[in-house]
């Protein structure tokens, strides 16, 4: 028997399993896209108006730290700006999602271990979830190449930009084929892959941010820790500019490299182990851990703390970049009514403050829905059914999740606003001022995340099996609505589904009582009726 005999029937058991979660990894690349290019193309449709973008671009140290190096004034040039961060992460963290769960995940739960009391070889499982990696990967990157073409760009810089991405993707889940092999459990494996991604993209950041800008100020020329990531070779292949085909031979090559090493490992360690040693726990757990809300704080801690470091980090860039505001839109009449459109009217500076808050407010409502659906996760695998056999009951130990959610979202929200003070008040010169105008109008977004959150706990107890799909589709209308519901045009009626509609447009406009104290009626009356709903139903493995 191979050591690959069973690859393809675990390939087809991978698809059916993922067939939902990988349809929308596979049209969310190209729906992204075309709504990045549709709205670049109305923001600067004119060379003049690009020019400008490439210009204050290539001049910003933020703007080349998370967008990428300038590579001229065309319109792919543009997009692949503005949609590259976010491609390139969706298509990192989705690989090392899929491979994770398709090889360690199915070892941790003993899935590993039945099916290969069948006629599977020793890297049938890990080609399987490979294969189900790269393949999404190319289908992604075609169809992102194709809709950018399909919206009148250049077949050639669209491919290669298909191709950049999808070589993220594919160099990133042959990281996580290896982090698999090293950690003992499927959490420590996703951390591992995580911290790469987060180190690439480091990486790649700041060898943009030092890189030099060209004699006509329309290009940059990243410095050298660009490439050393599949975020920086991606970038260099400079997509609708000189397109540099060989670059992704470095991806080609880091994924062989990567994926014979985790083949390798599999052959020296025991099914179920990791080459890293389990640390044994403390002989004695901490007395909190004795109580719901001590083992909830607990277990929610690691995400709050990712949470508190990504918040920080975008809050600081966000608010440093405020003295650039006029010179980056100021002359860009689109550019200006969409911020009014997201931010509300008033001062320049005010209104991108307000729009930034708004996007604040659905970045930290994930967390929100993420915090609540944990009690999912502890329904169906977790130590729930065991913790109430004790006299602890439904209320209370769903109360103490809510809690932790609760005061998370409040705590990141508050942080987002003070962040974006602190960055802004050291480029004005106003720390104390800035962050004491700012931190009140992070805190005031936090009714519409809470509301998404009870709606999410209102799920839980009402749908248990369904609320995890439901939870997450609600904060995405939620985002389709609050990004594109303006452009659109879509009635008013529509546009008032979304909490994050009734929010005030602070710093841009004066905060209102009102609207905040209805929203956050509306999330005690949805956590009121989702506890009930919890207390009544049965366990739902």
Not at 395 to 422: D, E, F, K, M
Request: aromatic share 6%.
């Amino acid at each position: 028997m191979s050591a690959f005999t069973g690859t393809v029937r675990l390939t087809r058991l991978a698809l059916r399993r993922d067939r939902i979660k990988l349809l929308l990894w596979i049209l969310g690349l190209p729906a992204v896209a075309t709504a990045v290019a549709g709205s670049v193309a109305g923001l600067y449709g004119t060379e003049q108006d690009r020019i400008a973008y490439a210009t204050t671009s290539a001049a910003s140290v933020v703007a080349r730290a998370f967008n990428g190096p300038a590579s001229g004034p065309s319109l792919g040039a543009v997009v692949t700006a503005e949609a590259y961060t976010l491609l390139a992460l969706l298509a990192a963290l989705l690989s090392t999602f899929t491979v994770v769960r398709h090889t360690r995940q199915n070892e941790e739960t003993g899935r590993a271990e039945l099916l290969g009391s069948a006629v599977v070889g020793r890297h049938a499982p890990l080609s399987a979830a490979l294969s189900v990696a790269v393949g999404a990967n190319l289908l992604g990157g075609v169809l992102l190449a194709l809709a950018l073409v399909a919206g009148d760009l250049p077949a050639t810089g669209s491919l290669a930009l298909g191709a950049a991405i999808a070589g993220i993707g594919i160099a990133f889940a042959g990281i996580a084929a290896l982090t698999a092999q090293v950690s003992g459990t499927a959490r420590g494996a996703n951390g591992l892959a995580a911290a790469a991604v987060g180190l690439g993209f480091l990486l790649r950041a700041a060898g943009d941010a030092f890189g030099t800008a060209s004699p006509d100020g329309l290009r940059v020329a990243s410095a050298w820790p660009s490439w050393l990531t599949p975020f920086g070779w991606a970038n260099q292949v400079r997509p609708y500019d000189v397109n540099r085909w060989w670059v992704l031979g470095l991806t080609v090559g880091l994924t062989a490299l990567a994926v014979a090493a985790a083949f390798r490992l599999t052959e020296r360690r025991d099914l179920g182990s990791g080459l890293l040693p389990v640390r044994p726990g403390p002989a004695r757990a901490p007395r909190g851990l004795l109580s719901p809300i001590g083992l909830a704080w607990r277990l929610q801690r690691p995400v709050l703390l990712g949470w508190t470091v990504g918040i920080a980090v975008m809050g600081l860039a966000m608010g440093s970049v405020g003295d650039e505001v006029d010179e980056m839109i100021g002359d860009n009449q689109a550019a200006v009514e969409l911020m009014a459109q997201l931010g509300g009217a008033g001062e320049l500076l005010d209104v991108f403050l307000s729009a930034m808050f708004s996007l604040f407010a659905l970045a930290v409502a994930a967390y929100s829905v993420q915090a609540v659906l944990r009690m999912r996760a502890e329904e169906t695998g977790g130590p729930l059914e065991g913790i109430l056999a004790t006299a602890v009951s439904r209320p209370r130990w769903a109360a103490s999740h809510l809690l932790c959610a609760g005061l998370g979202t409040v705590w990141l929200l508050l942080l987002a606003g003070a962040s974006t003070g602190l960055g802004y008040g050291l480029v004005s010169g106003d720390v104390p001022g800035e962050v004491g105008r700012l931190a009140p109008a992070g805190l005031l977004q936090a009714p519409a995340a809470l509301v998404l959150a009870g709606l999410a706990l209102l799920l839980f107890g009402l749908l248990p099996r369904w609320s995890v799909p439901l939870g997450w589709a609600a904060l995405l209308v939620c985002v389709f609505l609050g990004q594109l519901g303006e452009v659109l045009e879509l009635p008013q009626a529509v546009l008032d589904v979304s909490p994050f509609t009734h929010l005030p447009a602070v710093p841009a406009a004066d905060p209102a009582a009102t609207p905040v104290l209805v929203l956050l009626a509306v999330a005690a009356v949805l956590t009121g009726l989702g506890l009930v709903a919890f207390r009544r139903r049965d366990l739902a493995p």
